[in-house]
């Protein structure tokens, strides 16, 4: 396989991964399936990210993120 094939599908596995993600944290039934609104909402969280409170929401969105992981008998 070619490299370029390798790290084509690395980066679709990576793709699939956080869209998983998206359908896990309940986004796309909350929006129903609403992509603008989602990609809105993903636009609203990495401002945050950029803003002078970016250091407090990435602290909490991490601890958020790991407890609920943690609690997930699926990603154990």
């Not at 793709?15 to 129903?32: H, S």
């Amino acid at each position: 396989m070619r490299s370029w094939q390798v790290e084509r599908r690395k980066r679709t596995r990576h793709l699939i991964e956080l869209g998983g993600l998206v359908v896990k944290a309940g986004v796309v039934d909350l929006t129903g399936d609403d992509r603008a609104m989602i990609y809105g909402a993903l636009l609203w969280m990495a401002d945050k990210l950029q803003s002078d409170q970016g250091e407090q929401a990435r602290s909490l969105w991490a601890a958020k993120g790991k407890q609920a992981l943690e609690a997930d008998p699926a990603t154990h």
